[in-house]
């Protein structure tokens, strides 16, 4: 079965500070996309980015970095130089395939961790 | 922009009461999906639906049903509320086809069960 792990459940800041964001997975496909998604407060989810298995190049957007290691199943999310506007509950997801070797999308999510921005 | 509209942002019902929360979306999508999400857990997938009239159970699909009778909607029934099915209930939809395209997600229906 498929799992991801957000081991942190919250996380304070003081605004300014960089801070990383852990996501762990398992899965036994070696054709895999993971995914990360901002919930602000308004509660809708945000898509942020996706990384196929085969593609391990980080990826830089603004004050957001990703690094995916697939030798540590690990999708590191990090906030450079964070804004109060940053706090929110960030999810980690994992898409699998059915059991017939179709993709829906569908998505198996982290527990999410809680990132407060302090001014 | 995609935009994915759920029925209500706030309902409370009753025990034993037959629960019906609406999804639309307007991007002509072919994947359409139904979370609950708890604290602490995450979300978790209750249906999803690849096609109209096409069903598929998630992780948690006991006490619910689904229907896709049109593409842009996908409606989640309790079909008997209990107060475990209290919750924030969020849809989405993606295009469907060679998956693992993003989601895009509605606001979220929290959901109260007395």
């Known amino acids: 079965a498929q799992k991801v792990t957000q081991a942190q459940t919250e996380i304070s800041v003081v605004e300014k500070e960089d801070v990383t964001l852990d996501c762990v997975y398992e899965?036994?496909?070696?054709?895999?996309?993971l995914f990360w998604y901002k919930q602000p407060p308004s509660g809708e989810l945000v898509f942020l980015i996706r990384r196929n298995s085969f593609d391990e190049q980080n990826e830089i957007s603004g004050r957001y970095s990703w690094n995916f290691q697939k030798s540590t199943s690990s999708f590191n999310f990090t906030i450079t130089a964070s804004q109060v506007v940053d706090s929110a509950v960030y999810f980690c997801?994992?898409?699998?395939?059915?059991?017939?070797?179709?993709?829906?999308?569908?998505?198996?999510f982290g527990q999410g961790t809680i990132l407060t921005v302090h001014p | 922009d995609v935009k994915v509209t759920q029925s209500s942002r706030y309902l409370v019902k009753r025990t034993g009461e037959k629960v019906f929360l609406e999804c639309v979306q307007d991007?002509?999508?072919?994947?359409m999906f139904w979370y609950r999400q708890d604290p602490g857990l995450g979300l978790r997938l209750i249906y999803f639906?690849?096609?109209?009239?096409?069903?598929e159970k998630g992780d948690i699909p006991e006490g619910y049903s689904v229907s896709r009778e049109k593409k842009e909607r996908f409606s989640l029934i309790l079909e008997s509320a209990s107060t475990n099915q209290t919750s924030m209930y969020l849809c989405a939809s993606a295009i469907g086809g060679v998956g693992n395209q993003p989601q895009h997600f509605g606001d979220g229906t929290r959901l109260s069960i007395l």
């Open positions: 899965t036994r496909d070696t054709t895999y996309y």
């Open positions: 997801a994992l898409s699998e395939r059915t059991a017939g070797g179709t993709s829906y999308g569908k998505l198996t």
């Open positions: 991007m002509d999508h072919e994947n």
């Open positions: 639906s690849y096609d109209v009239k096409m069903k």
